[in-house]
């Protein structure tokens, strides 16, 4: 597939061509949100299927029927991807869910006076990196990964694609002082208390939910069930697309998992230009956890090593 090559530059932040166009970023940009949409937003590597998941079961009232034979990209459409027009106008389904990866620099002004409601979805820095940087060997879409130590000297600067995790964090968390529509929830609250994220979720969705109903969403958002689950684990996409031979989508999905990866010294420098980058930024970051004090098993522990 020839664009499985191409790079496309949009507003100064690099995109896969194999499902980016110009056209495509520029319609988002333009997309007319309806008061009743559900936006999840997120940088890459961040909890995104684990949220397109969640919501889907949330309006299913835990029924795993619709995430079980609808993939998620058709369920919860890619907005600057250049099939959602496709999507999005054949869809019946209300709300409409949709997904996203841009920035509030580009998209917010689109979302400006809507009442459509965001979930913006955040992790930790050193977790996101790894995480991107197994999936880059994987993806034949993004380039090529080179070392570790290249990789994240790309991605504290702001060059890989999709643009700099500081950037994108900080221009979607600010937000959450001004916008009520806007639930900012991490990837480390979903991991620590599932239960009590799907409740608060289904809260800010204004679609309440029994004990039972959340204890079924919960079940079919553990790791093995979507581990197994086709719909989402992206073993449908072709193999010259995604390599399955050099790795799992879904990976790990553990908070802490950047200590196998990282060096002292790597931690140390990421920290400081975090620091540096986010001083005017409030966010304090979940880095590690105790055995003891991951909930609902290990084994089962949800996970995220998506897009």
Not at 110 to 115: I, T
Not at 136 to 141: G, L, S, T, V
Request: aromatic content about 10%; some cysteine; charged content about 20%.
């Amino acid at each position: 597939m020839a664009r499985l090559d191409v790079t496309e530059t949009f507003h100064g932040i690099s995109f896969p061509g194999h499902l980016h166009t110009q056209d495509s970023l520029q319609k988002a940009l333009e997309f007319q949100f309806e008061d009743t949409d559900i936006l999840i937003v997120s940088y890459p590597k961040s909890g995104t299927t684990w949220m397109q998941e969640i919501v889907t079961l949330i309006f299913s009232k835990g029924d795993p029927n619709l995430s079980q034979t609808v993939p998620n990209w058709a369920r919860a459409p890619w907005l600057e991807q250049y099939y959602s027009s496709a999507t999005l106008e054949t869809s019946s389904s209300s709300p409409r869910l949709i997904t996203s990866h841009l920035t509030h620099r580009l998209l917010g002004p689109a979302l400006q006076g809507s009442k459509a409601k965001i979930i913006y979805v955040s992790r930790n820095p050193k977790d996101v990196v790894v995480s991107f940087y197994h999936f880059h060997k994987i993806a034949n879409f993004l380039p090529e990964a080179g070392s570790f130590a290249e990789f994240l000297n790309s991605f504290l600067e702001g060059k890989l694609h999709f643009g700099s995790w500081f950037d994108h964090v900080k221009g979607w968390t600010s937000q959450t002082a001004t916008m009520n529509n806007l639930l900012h929830i991490t990837y480390e609250e979903l991991s620590l208390d599932l239960h009590g994220a799907v409740k608060r979720i289904s809260t800010f969705l204004q679609c309440p939910l029994g004990e039972d109903v959340v204890n079924s969403c919960v079940k079919h958002c553990t790791f093995s069930n979507m581990k197994d689950n086709k719909m989402v684990n992206y073993t449908l996409i072709p193999e010259e697309i995604v390599d399955h031979s050099k790795g799992s989508f879904m990976r790990k999905g553990k908070i802490g998992d950047w200590k196998n990866m990282f060096t002292e010294e790597q931690s140390q420098y990421l920290e400081s230009v975090l620091k540096s980058k986010m001083q005017d930024c409030t966010l304090e970051f979940v880095w590690d956890v105790q055995d003891e004090e991951e909930p609902h098993g290990k084994g089962d522990n949800p996970t995220e090593e998506d897009d």
